[in-house]
């Protein structure tokens, strides 16, 4: 693993041969994180989580969201209305399928992690719609 400071307030990029990722994730996390794979919906564990506590990506371990920005949203993805810091992610161009999207992913390790629309609720107007496969989950309280 290899580690390359950033600008000041960016995270420190880390990246991994694909045989490391591999070793790192489930086939599930590297499907969606690495191959950029999608969950089927209302499948992931994180979707019906209402604990209280922050989300991290699965690859890296970087907070990306907070619990108190999560909301559901119906569509079947663990949705959130902004992520716990702008500078934790990255929002890319997406025209696969045959659609204009804004794909997600991870600013640290470029993990994909979904995609953001502008259907979500007030006050961002944004619902970022996030693999649960692509995160983790630590309670508040817990050791981080």
Same mark, same amino acid.
């Given at each position: 693993?290899?580690?390359?400071p950033?600008?000041? *307030? !960016?995270?420190?990029?880390? %990246?991994? &041969?694909?045989? =490391?990722w591999r @070793? ?5 996390q590297?499907h969606?994180?690495?191959?950029k *794979? !999608?969950?089927?919906p209302? %499948?992931? &564990?994180l979707? =019906?989580?209402h @604990?209280?506590g922050?989300?991290h ?6 907070l990306?969201?907070?619990s108190g920005a ?7 993805w ?6 716990a810091d702008?500078k ?6 997406d025209?696969?399928l ?5 794909e997600?992913?991870?600013a ?8 953001v629309?502008?259907?979500?609720p007030?006050?961002t107007?944004?619902r970022?719609c ?7 989950f630590?309670r ?5």
């Open positions: 693993m290899s580690t390359t950033e600008a000041s *307030g !960016t995270p420190a990029k880390v %990246t991994h &041969t694909d045989a =490391e @070793e790192k994730l489930t086939p599930q590297y969606v994180l690495r191959e *794979g !999608t969950e089927r209302y %499948t992931g &564990t979707t =019906e989580n @604990e209280t922050n989300y990506c699965a690859g890296c371990g970087e990306l969201f907070l999560k909301f559901d949203s119906g569509c079947g663990p949705s959130f209305v902004i992520p702008s934790a992610i990255a929002e890319h161009e025209n696969t045959g659609m204009r999207r804004v997600v992913t991870c640290r390790c470029g993990g994909h992690l979904g995609h629309f502008p259907d979500g007030r006050p107007g944004l970022y996030i693999n649960s496969a692509s995160l983790t630590t508040e309280g817990d050791p981080e």
